[in-house]
Structures are given as structure tokens and as C-alpha cells.
């Protein structure tokens, strides 16, 4: 014990020295990375924040130059009726012939009527604007001035136009040809490209966008001005900015320290924990030999009393005869019972458990499983309740598979039963009555019941609970485990349902074989645990 609890100690010590050894220059060159990362990705936040300022700036001269370039084109019918003298009519005429794109009425204002209109210098030229006298409406005036032959201005002639429709109609050619085509422009088009453009009303709602925003941290927003003085335009970098870059390098910084220090933690109480295991293992493992062991050595030894007893023909009736017969039968039912659970456990945990599927009658599965457990229910004294139907649907199983878990369920039911003696059996269906979708068979004692926090561990292997009659109870912890895998393999589950000191309910539901699937041809299914 002494030297066990030295090497304990001293594993803990090594796996402590070895921890730190790799963790403190580990940790150090991370951190120097992380200093030197977020240096990094903070300068160029800065120059990305003022980079996108500046592009909104000139996103937004770009629609107001693409405005000025549409409003040149369709006024020139119109400037040629004013320098002719043409009549306000006239020049409304030639206006409306040139709406096109502006989607509103053309409109003439007189030189008297412009004190209310405003002027926007765009490349060295006057564009008059004015938003529309009826609230809510969002339409804009927007219009250049007419001279006559003399040259003198007479009055602006122009469209009504809507601002939302002008933006999102325009944004691509804007961003993809206008911006480009500025050769004054900061950082030429490959930067356009890894910017995120997008034009926004003033209450946040989306008009349109270029690009996908990658990240907003540096993304700037900035009031457009002339027609467009309701709206924003809002730059942001995409994915696959600098920017971008610099706060994924963070991340992974940050990912790298966290993945580091949690490999360490992981590997000392992995390290430790498997040597736990086994310990645990070994302990399971000697505790199940010993148990199956005396499984073993009663039954045999209550055949070998009876058949001796026959052979020395010491029994004084054909009752005692029959009884001695009887419990032959019984052990021999329990010694395979036990065997057929040891030897289907090691072949599931193998692989190598084989299951012949075709049609099964549920019914028949119960009748088979009853007919081998009555003899052991009459010993004990146990009452049987039958609730089955006349008929169920079949299912795809292995029918001696199913018989196997019917008289484990009964065998569990039979020995954590208490002083009521009693046992139900039920079938039934699930699903609208024509077409029912499973088929369940329950097992009910009233027994010492489960702990809803044990209810998940029945079903492991070797498990059996440290409450109740468990201690006076012989068995090998495999039953429950067997009934689980074996009903999984067949597309099913096992449902439970208990109540301390109440009893348990134990239900296998299966997936009623339809159609095709009934007659599918499928002899042989392999399955491990």
C-alpha cells in the first residue's frame, strides 16, 4: 500500500513538472504573438476605419456625379425648346419625352418659384433639388436650370424622381464602373473590391448592397447629401479584407492559448482517469468472474441434488418425483438462461452476434417466452396478468432474439419483486388504429421500483444499483444491457417507467414491418454493442 501510494504520489508530481515544462514556454511565445497580433490588427482597424470614411465620402459623390450624368443626358431636348424660346408646355413636352429611368412626372419651375429650392454644386455645375411638398411621399425634384438665347436663366427644368429607386437601380454601375473609373481614387479598385458597400435609409432599412460584410468593427456610415439627403451609405470590409485577416489572426491566437492550456488539463486527467478505469475494470471484472461464478454453482448444484436423489430412487411419491423433475427443469431454464446472457454479451461486444430477420408474430414471442418462465413463476408463487390482444401486427425480428429479451425482462421483474408477487404482461399498438406504427410489449412488476437518477444506468453493462433488494438478489448486470442492445439492433428502443418503491414498468416498442419493407428480403444482420 505504502509504495502504491508513493507512486500515486509521485505520478501526480511528474505529470505537474512535465505540465509546467511544456506549458510555461508555450504560453509565452503565445503571448508574445497575441501582443504582437492585436498591435497589429489595431493599426489597421485605424487605417481601415479611415479608409472606409473616406470611401463613403466618395460612394456618396459617385451617385451624385451618376445622378448629374443622367440629368445632362435627358435635359438636352429640353435646353434646346428654352434657347428657341419654346413655351413652358414645349419644354415640358420634350422633358417628358426623356423620363426613362427617373420613373416620376417631369417638371418646369419658373425662375420666380426657385427661392425654395436648393443648389448642389456637383463637378462644377448647379443640380437643384427639392424634396415634394406632400409629406411622406419621398419624392425629390431634381433638375438643372434652362437658359434662354441670351443666355439668362428662365427656370429649372427636371424630373420628380425617387431617391430609394434611383440608389438601388444604380449602385452596381456606380460601384463597379463610376468608382474605378475616378483615377484620383485612394487605393485603386483592388481595395473597392474587398469593401462592403451598402446604402441604408435613415430609420436602418436596406436599400442595397455590394458585397458581404465581413466584419463591423471598422465599418463607417455617412449621410449622403442633394436628392439623397434621407440616406446613408455604410462601408464596411468583406471577408477577405486586411482587416479581416488581423481579427481572425486574434482569434486564433486566442484559440491557440485556450487549445494549449485545455490539451495539458485534458492529457493530465485523461492520464489519470484511465488509470482510474482500470482499476475499475479490474474490480468489475473480478466481481463479475466471482458472480457469474456462483450463478453458476447453484444452479448446478440443485440438477446435481435432484438427478442424485432420482437415481437413488429416494423419493416416497410420483408428487416428489414431479417435483424433483420440475426443478431440474427450472435450473436447467435459469443455468441457460445465464449462459445464452454471457454468450450473446461477449458476441455483441465482438461484433459477431448474427440475427436472422423476417416476419414476427409478437404474440407467439410472448406465448414462447411464457411457456420456458411458468415453471419458475409457480415456484416463486408469482401471479401472471396477461393483457393481450387478439392479434398485433407483425414486425422484421429475430424471434428467439425477442424470446430472449421477454424472459430477461421477467427474470428482472421476478427477482426485484417485494412482497407482492404479481407480474403483468401487455401488448399493444401505437399510432391512428388503421395503420398503427409500433408494436410494444411491457413488463410490470411491483417491485422496489428505480430512482429516476438511475434509470439511465440499468441499461449499461454490469450496472446493478447499490439500493433495495439488490444485495440480497444474485445476478450477473447483464439482462437489462442485453434487452437494450438486442431491441436497438432491431430499430427499436426500451422504454421504462418506475416509481420507487412502486415498481417498474419495462416496454419494448418495435417498428411495425409494412408493405415492401415486410417481404424485403434480409436474412442476416451483423451488430456490436
Known amino acids: 500500500m505504502l509504495g502504491s501510494r508513493f507512486n500515486l ?14 506549458a510555461a514556454p508555450a504560453l509565452f511565445l503565445a503571448g508574445l504573438g497575441i501582443f504582437l497580433t ?32 443622367e440629368l445632362r443626358r435627358a435635359i438636352v431636348p429640353a435646353e434646346n425648346a428654352a434657347r428657341v424660346g419654346g413655351s413652358r408646355e414645349r419644354i415640358l413636352e420634350e422633358l417628358r419625352s426623356q423620363q426613362g429611368d427617373f420613373l416620376l412626372a417631369p417638371a418646369m419651375v419658373p425662375v420666380t418659384d426657385l427661392t425654395g429650392y436648393s443648389l448642389l454644386i456637383v463637378e462644377a455645375q448647379p443640380l437643384v433639388y427639392a424634396p415634394a411638398p406632400q409629406p411622406g ?24 424622381i425617387s431617391p430609394s429607386r434611383f440608389l438601388e437601380r444604380h449602385l452596381e454601375s456606380v460601384v463597379q464602373d463610376r468608382l ?29 448592397h455590394v458585397r458581404e460584410s465581413g466584419t463591423a468593427r471598422t465599418a463607417h456610415a455617412e449621410a449622403l447629401s442633394g436628392p439623397f439627403e434621407r440616406y446613408l451609405v455604410r462601408v464596411a ?24 492550456g485545455l490539451a495539458i488539463v485534458v492529457a493530465a486527467v485523461f492520464g489519470l482517469r484511465y ?30 441434488l435432484a438427478v442424485e436423489t432420482l437415481q437413488l430412487r429416494r423419493v416416497n411419491s410420483p408428487e416428489e418425483h414431479e417435483r424433483f423433475l420440475a426443478t431440474i427443469a427450472r435450473e436447467t431454464l435459469r443455468l441457460s438462461q445465464l449462459v445464452d446472457n454471457i454468450l ?78 404479481e407480474i403483468r404482461v401487455a401488448a399493444g ?26 434509470q439511465r444506468r440499468v441499461f449499461e453493462k454490469f450496472v446493478r444499483l447499490e439500493t433495495g433488494l439488490v444485495h440480497d438478489v444474485k445476478g450477473t448486470g447483464l439482462g437489462l444491457s442485453l434487452v437494450d442492445q438486442i431491441v436497438r439492433a432491431h430499430d427499436g428502443r426500451v422504454e421504462l417507467s418506475s416509481k420507487p418503491g412502486e415498481g417498474s414498468t419495462f416496454t419494448i416498442v418495435l417498428p411495425v414491418a409494412h408493405g415492401l419493407e415486410a417481404s424485403r428480403p434480409e436474412p442476416r444482420r451483423r451488430t456490436a454493442s
Not at 493599426?43 to 450624368?69: C, H, K, P, W
Not at 419621398?138 to 436663366?153: C, E, N, P, S, W
Not at 479598385?189 to 458597400?197: F, S, T
Not at 408463487?381 to 425482462?409: I, Q, Y
Request: one cysteine or more; aromatic letters at 8%; glycine letters at 10%.
Open 344 to 421: 450473446d454479451f461477449a458476441r455483441l461486444e465482438a461484433g459477431q452476434r448474427l440475427f436472422r430477420f423476417e416476419n414476427v408474430d409478437l404474440l407467439e414471442v410472448v406465448r414462447g417466452a411464457l411457456e420456458s418462465f411458468q415453471p419458475r413463476l409457480e415456484h416463486q408463487g408469482f401471479e401472471l396478468k396477461l393483457e393481450l390482444p387478439e392479434s398485433l401486427p407483425p414486425v422484421r425480428g429475430d424471434a428467439a432474439a425477442l424470446v430472449h429479451c421477454m424472459l430477461n425482462l421477467l427474470d428482472n421483474a421476478m427477482k426485484y419483486s417485494k412482497g407482492r408477487r
Open 9 to 22: 504520489h509521485f505520478s501526480h508530481r511528474t505529470v505537474a513538472l512535465l505540465g509546467f515544462a511544456i
Open 180 to 208: 474605378p473609373a475616378n483615377s484620383r481614387l485612394y487605393g485603386g479598385y483592388e481595395n473597392i473590391r474587398k469593401l462592403n458597400i451598402q446604402i441604408l435609409r435613415a430609420d436602418g432599412v436596406e436599400i442595397g
Open 429 to 454: 399498438t401505437r399510432g391512428p388504429a388503421s395503420d398503427p406504427t409500433e408494436v410494444t410489449l411491457s413488463v410490470t412488476d411491483h417491485g422496489i421500483g428505480i430512482a429516476p437518477e438511475d
Open 237 to 260: 470590409p468583406t471577408s477577405n479584407a486586411p482587416v479581416a485577416w488581423a481579427g481572425n489572426l486574434v482569434v486564433f491566437g486566442i484559440t491557440f492559448i485556450g487549445l494549449l
Open 137 to 160: 411621399s419621398g419624392a425629390y425634384f431634381a433638375g438643372l436650370l434652362l437658359r434662354d438665347a441670351r443666355g439668362q436663366v428662365i427656370g429649372a427644368g427636371g424630373w420628380w
Open 275 to 304: 488509470a482510474v478505469l482500470q482499476l475499475e475494470l479490474a474490480q468489475i471484472k473480478a466481481g463479475f468472474v466471482s458472480t457469474v461464478t456462483h450463478e453458476l454453482k447453484t444452479p448446478i448444484a440443485l440438477i446435481r
Open 38 to 69: 492585436l498591435r497589429i490588427a489595431h493599426a489597421i482597424e485605424n487605417d481601415s476605419v479611415r479608409y472606409n470614411t473616406y470611401m463613403a465620402l466618395q460612394v456618396g459623390e459617385a451617385f451624385e456625379q451618376e445622378l448629374m450624368a
